[in-house]
């Protein structure tokens, strides 16, 4: 039981280079969640998941978008990276409304 | 803009002393969550108040919560080193938001040995 799952953990990528961060839970949680944490300013929610097969928009999407592939994964992508998303990004799943189980972060550095 | 915002920004104490932190959010709340994170990882949960509850316990954790005021306070009592670590609220709207689990800015605890 691995919980949640982000891939990879860090990445290097150049101005305008795209690439996907990958998330899996395995504890058939119906909602997703992924967020950039920066310092001073806590976690921010780029998007989120409340089943599979419907996403919305959180504080921060712009710069981002995302798939529900399955109830298991739900992915966040860059189209075209900018310094300003370099940050750690978080991927999270919860059954409802209870608690939240967070996955390790990925530290995402854009130059 | 975030919901919660915890106060302080930063707190330091020394082992054996209480640590409270407190929050404060805008909009009405289905529940209310506190969460822990050590520098550089993932948050884990500590604990959860739904809007029907005043006060939750859980170990050397008590969790308040006032809904008339929009707050809530993290009291972790006889604090250790271990428990160095930043800590944010959550909180869960009701309507259209729902669904959504925004965090505030964190606080900063550094327990002295």
């Known amino acids: 039981n691995a919980g949640v799952t982000q891939t990879p953990k860090f990445q290097v990528l150049k101005t305008g280079q795209s690439m996907t961060l990958q998330c899996a839970q395995d504890m058939n949680h119906n909602s997703m969640y992924w967020y ?38 739900f992915s966040l992508r860059l189209e075209s990276a900018a310094p300003s998303q370099t940050s750690v990004y978080f991927c999270a799943s919860r059954y409802r409304d209870t608690e939240a189980f967070f996955g390790q972060g990925t530290r995402l550095t854009v130059v | ?28 709340i289905n529940n209310l969550q506190w969460y822990r994170q050590n520098s550089g990882r993932g948050l884990v949960h500590l604990i959860l108040i739904r809007s029907n509850e005043r006060e939750k316990h859980s170990g050397r954790l008590r969790v308040t919560l006032d809904t008339s005021k929009k707050s809530s306070s993290l009291l972790i009592t006889a604090s250790r080193a271990a428990d160095t670590a930043s800590y944010f609220c959550a909180t869960d709207a009701y309507g259209g938001s729902q669904g959504n689990l925004i965090f505030g800015k964190g606080t900063k605890l550094s327990v002295k040995p």
């Open chain 1, 36 to 73: 950039r944490q920066d310092p001073g300013m806590g976690l921010r929610l780029i998007y989120y998941s409340a089943s599979e097969g419907t996403t919305d928009k959180g504080e921060v999407p712009n710069g981002y978008n995302v798939s529900r592939l399955n109830k298991r994964e």
């Open chain 2, 1 to 28: 803009s975030q919901q919660g915002e915890e106060d302080p920004q930063a707190l330091s104490i020394q082992e054996g002393e209480n640590a409270t932190m407190n929050c404060s959010y805008k909009t009405s």
